[in-house]
Nanobody, 128 residues
Framework: QVQLVESGGGLVQAGGSLRLSCAAS????????MGWFRQAPGKGREFVAA????????DYADSMKGRFTISRDSAKNTVYLQMNSLEPENTAVYSC?????????????????????WGQGTQVTVSS
């Protein structure tokens, strides 16, 4: 069983930055692929980024590349999402997820259904 708790959301002006954190409880954190997803009002859940257990392989949604960075600290059982150059269109609830299922490569984890555990989410609001 893994419990995930996100933090770091808030209100930021366009062009600003935020760093989200997701603290995981439970054992064998490094066995889990970790992902970030988001859901904007009135829209479906959208993949943001994923990172493998070792932290040496990542994947991003095309619109996030170059602005968002996912990382993890195994000593702290925490995964991060650094978000730069934020735009109002990035306003959403951001949730982290954990998967111990095996797929071919990191790009396979862009699908929410491939994750076992989810956090409650943290709200990110970007004002214009």
């Amino acid at each position: 069983q893994v419990q995930l708790v996100e933090s770091g959301g808030g209100l930021v002006q366009a062009g600003g930055s935020l760093r989200l954190s997701c603290a995981a409880s439970g054992r064998h954190f490094s066995n889990y692929v970790m992902g970030w997803f988001r859901q904007a009002p009135g829209k479906g859940r959208e993949f943001v980024a994923a990172i493998n257990g070792k932290g040496d392989s990542t994947d991003y949604a095309d619109s996030m590349k170059g602005r968002f960075t996912i990382s993890r600290d195994s000593a702290k059982n925490t995964v991060y999402l650094q978000m730069n150059s934020l735009e109002p269109e990035n306003t959403a609830v951001y949730s982290c997820a954990a998967s111990n299922r095996c797929y071919a490569d990191i790009s396979s984890y862009a699908v929410g259904g491939r994750y076992n555990y989810w956090g409650q989410g943290t709200q990110v609001t970007v004002s214009s």
